[in-house]
């Protein structure tokens, strides 16, 4: 069974980090890409970050870029999301996903409020 | 930055038929992927690679993609289809630069 779990979310304070992870079961996770997706409340899914199978490209959304940075451990079947200089905008909930594929996490929830 | 338009809602009758379009310009190009999100859960995928359907998917669900626009088509709508609906793919920079279609709300009734 394919399988995504994301943790890592919380309430924090804007200005601050959060690193976001996911670990993958279930599939090949280094033959994938894998990507970021977040939901902000009552909003649509808004790519985040991409990372290719061997982390050789990487890509980001200009609403995040050179603010967080996605990684992933194909040993330890996981993908990160480094979150710097958090947002009140960046309040959503966070999906790990293999898009192509079509597999998902539940997501995880990142509220950045004082 | 790259963008995918689609229609804000569609509404249907039960039985008939639904089209909902996402507009790209690198669609010419890249594959569109279609997800379905119900309230409160994860998206599922119904559309991969302009037109493939995955296990599981209803026959009624299918997808075509010409020039700049790529089409989700359910055929015979049935109420448990009204969800959100979005599509998905890749600009031509090559950076694994992805993006979601504006969604579309489609209301079976």
């Known amino acids: 069974e394919v399988q995504l779990v994301e943790s890592g979310g919380g309430l924090v304070q804007p200005g601050r980090s959060l690193r976001l992870s996911c670990a993958a079961s279930g599939f090949t996770f280094d033959d994938y890409a894998m990507h970021w997706v977040r939901q902000a409340p009552g909003k649509g899914l808004e790519w985040v970050s991409g990372i290719s199978w061997n982390s050789g490209s990487i890509g980001y959304a200009d609403s995040v870029k050179g603010r967080f940075t996605i990684s992933r451990d194909n040993a330890k079947n996981s993908l990160y999301l480094q979150m710097n200089s958090l947002r009140a905008e960046d309040t959503a909930l966070y999906y790990c996903?293999?898009?192509?594929?079509?597999?998902w996490g539940q997501g995880t929830l990142v509220t950045v409020s004082s | 930055s790259y963008e995918l338009t689609q229609p804000p809602s569609v509404s249907v009758s039960p039985g008939q038929t639904a089209r909902i379009t996402c507009s790209g310009d690198?669609?010419?190009?890249?594959?569109a992927y279609w997800y379905q999100q119900k309230s409160g859960q994860a998206p599922v995928l119904v559309i991969y690679?302009?037109?493939k359907r995955p296990s599981g998917i209803p026959e009624r669900f299918s997808g075509s993609s010409s020039g700049t626009m790529a089409t989700l088509t359910i055929s015979g709508a049935q109420v448990e289809d009204e969800a959100d609906y979005y599509c998905y793919s890749t600009d031509s920079s090559g950076n694994h630069s992805g993006v979601f279609g504006t969604g579309t709300k489609v209301t079976v009734l």
């Open positions: 690679e302009d037109s």
């Open positions: 996903a293999n898009i192509v594929y079509g597999a």
């Open positions: 690198a669609l010419p190009k890249k594959y």
